[in-house]
């Protein structure tokens, strides 16, 4: 292969593979959290529980596999494997409707 048309070729194939480098971003930089990522305790157990703690720990935040998130973060504090109830929002529904009838 003569070298005017070799130096070309590799200039494009490493074009090519910056661009690739540049634009390619893996799911786990992007969206990973960790407990410095929340400011208590409470707040990363809720995300911890709302995407698929405890059976699930995709961002690693139960370090002892106990279902509780980021146990040494701050209180306020949420300790619980389930998110909370939430009656104001069923009372709602429910007089919603008491008034259709």
């Known amino acids: 292969m003569p070298l005017s048309i070799s130096v070309p ?11 690739f480098l540049l634009t390619w ?4 930089f992007a969206s990973d ?4 990522d929340f ?3 409470r707040a ?5 529980l709302k995407h698929g703690g405890p059976q699930s720990d995709p961002h690693r935040l139960d370090g002892d ?3 509780v998130a980021c146990e040494d973060n701050p209180c306020p504090c949420y300790r619980k494997k389930h998110l909370p109830y939430r009656p104001a929002l ?3 529904s429910e ?6 009838m």
């Not at 971003?25 to 786990?28: F, H, L, T």
């Not at 990363?44 to 911890?48: D, E, K, L």
């Not at 007089?95 to 259709?100: A, V």
């Open 39 to 41: 400011p208590n305790q």
């Open 9 to 19: 070729l590799f200039a494009l194939s490493a074009l090519t593979f910056i661009a």
């Open 25 to 28: 971003s893996p799911v786990a």
């Open 90 to 92: 069923s009372l709602v």
């Open 65 to 67: 596999d106990d279902g």
């Open 33 to 36: 959290k960790d407990c410095a």
């Open 44 to 48: 990363a157990q809720f995300f911890f």
């Open 95 to 100: 007089r919603r409707l008491i008034l259709r």
